[in-house]
């Protein structure tokens, strides 16, 4: 089945580790994001690729990195950088006009 | 900075009623409008999307635009429990990548 796949669907951290978040895509979509979920702030945009090797910050990319080596995959890595991480994470593509969503991952700092 | 405003909720009509969803945005050159809908701990999901040239019906949902006063509705017919959820509204503008808004609870009672 075609779809976005995002693991681990629940992650727990330990303040001062990076964490990484994966993302694969089978829907041959070129463009890839990485949303911010928290309670009563709507999605926030953290990183974006329209290409392959190719990506843009968003509107709150401190704390975060990304890669995009492959066309299928889109990691997001939190970093100890990033002070309040505990959120809803959601990975989406694109196609045409359209943005679909994978089905999230959570993060918790312990 | 390109806004998009949707009153939080919750809204709630009893069952078979008609639900409408408002979403007002502030980028008067937006083209694209998107409804998505969200259960509590689930991803966002495509309800549907409407064109600056035309409203659009899909069931018992509609989508209505006003340009005139920039604001986009969706309106659900026949309300369901299973209507119940958060409902965001997107807008798009060409390209770009679209702002979404904080979402509007709904619930259906029965």
């Given at each position: 089945d075609g779809g976005i796949t995002q693991s681990p669907k629940y992650l727990f951290r330990k303040e001062g580790q990076n964490v990484t978040l994966s993302c694969e895509q089978n829907l041959n979509h070129d463009a890839m994001y990485w949303y911010r979920?928290?309670?009563g702030q709507?999605?926030?945009l953290i990183y974006y690729s329209q290409i392959v090797n190719d990506f843009q910050k968003g509107d709150i990319a401190e704390g975060y990195s990304v890669s995009r080596e492959k066309k299928e995959s889109f990691p997001l890595t939190v970093t100890s950088a990033q002070k309040n991480p505990t959120a809803?994470?959601?990975?989406?593509?694109?196609?045409g006009n359209t943005i679909y969503f994978?089905?999230?991952s959570w993060l918790t700092v312990v | 900075q390109k806004e998009v405003e949707q009153n939080s909720g919750p809204l709630s009509v009893p069952e078979g009623a008609i639900?409408?969803?408002n979403c007002t945005y502030s980028d008067r050159g937006s083209q694209s409008f998107f409804w998505y809908r969200q259960y509590s701990g689930k991803s966002p999901e495509l309800i549907m999307f409407i064109y600056s040239n035309g409203d659009k019906e899909d069931g018992r949902f509609t989508a209505q635009l006003n340009k005139a006063s920039q604001y986009v509705s969706l309106l659900i017919r026949d309300s369901q429990p299973s209507d119940s959820a958060t409902y965001l509204c997107a807008v798009?503008?060409?390209?770009?990548?679209?702002?979404?808004?904080?979402?509007?609870s709904l619930?259906?009672?029965p």
């Open positions: 979920q928290d309670p709507g999605l926030r809803f994470y959601l990975c989406a593509s694109k196609t994978g089905e999230g | 639900a409408s969803l798009k503008r060409g390209s770009y990548i679209p702002t979404f808004g904080r979402g509007t619930i259906v009672h």
